[in-house]
T-cell receptor, first 109, second 113 residues
Framework: RKEVEQDPGPFNVPEGATVAFNCTYS??????FFWYRQDCRKEPKLLMS???SGNEDGRFTAQLNRASQYISLLIRDSKLSDSATYLC??????????FGSGTKLNVKP | EAQVTQNPRYLITVTGKKLTVTCSQN?????MSWYRQDPGLGLRQIYY???????DKGDVPEGYKVSRKEKRNFPLILESPSPNQTSLYFC????????????FGPGTRLTVT
């Protein structure tokens, strides 16, 4: 079983739409959680860390559900520039990181 | 400018010819790591380092070596590359207030024939 699983998509949404991605993780001892975005085989860039209480950064909201072992990312008012692949990342402690395969988002005019 | 640099960016080589991919960061981060990215598999961690002279295996360390003699540099060594090591490689560093937030280099696309 994969450590981190994501729906590969693609999610095709119009500009202005709200879109949400989920990511599930298998290890209940996981300690830290992140969302990164990656544009077309370029380097991943940190979007946001995910805190237990949930956190928001502008149009982006991240939530953690430890009981069900998933994290979510909500994007409001989608922009064309949000088109990318979104990577879910989990850390088990001991500084080892596990990446999901990514969810592709296409925002259309 | 805070950054992680990797060299070379593109490399085509032949089976068995030793190669080194360099990685350097200017953010004084303690943590550095190497990943490979393959289609459908996502990024997988090869090796990581918590500090100078401290390295440990990630999920896919076979066929790779690393060293951390200075804080800013973390080279990846392929002693005898094989075609199954053809991949996109990323170096990352992290540290400071949010130790686990990583910043990535631009990637090295390696082809082994």
């Amino acid at each position: 079983r994969k450590e981190v699983e994501q729906d590969p998509g693609p999610f095709n949404v119009p500009e202005g739409a709200t879109v949400a991605f989920n990511c599930t993780y298998s290890n209940s001892a996981s300690q830290s959680f992140f969302w990164y975005r990656q544009d077309c085989r370029k380097e991943p860039k940190l979007l946001m860390s995910v805190y237990s209480s949930g956190n928001e950064d502008g149009r982006f909201t991240a939530q953690l559900n430890r009981a069900s072992q998933y994290i979510s990312l909500l994007i409001r008012d989608s922009k064309l520039s949000d088109s990318a692949t979104y990577l879910c990342v989990v850390n088990h402690g001991f500084n080892k990181f596990y990446f999901g395969s990514g969810t592709k988002l296409n925002v259309k005019p | 400018e805070a950054q992680v640099t990797q060299n070379p960016r593109y490399l085509i080589t032949v089976t068995g010819k030793k190669l080194t991919v360099t990685c350097s960061q200017n953010m004084n981060h303690e943590y550095m790591s190497w990943y490979r990215q393959d289609p459908g598999l996502g990024l997988r961690q090869i090796y990581y380092s918590m500090n100078v002279e401290v390295t440990d295996k990630g999920d896919v360390p076979e066929g790779y070596k690393v060293s951390r003699k200075e804080k800013r540099n973390f080279p990846l060594i392929l002693e005898s590359p094989s075609p199954n090591q053809t991949s996109l490689y990323f170096c990352a560093s992290g540290g400071g207030k949010h130790t686990y937030e990583q910043y990535f280099g631009p990637g090295t696309r390696l082809t082994v024939t």
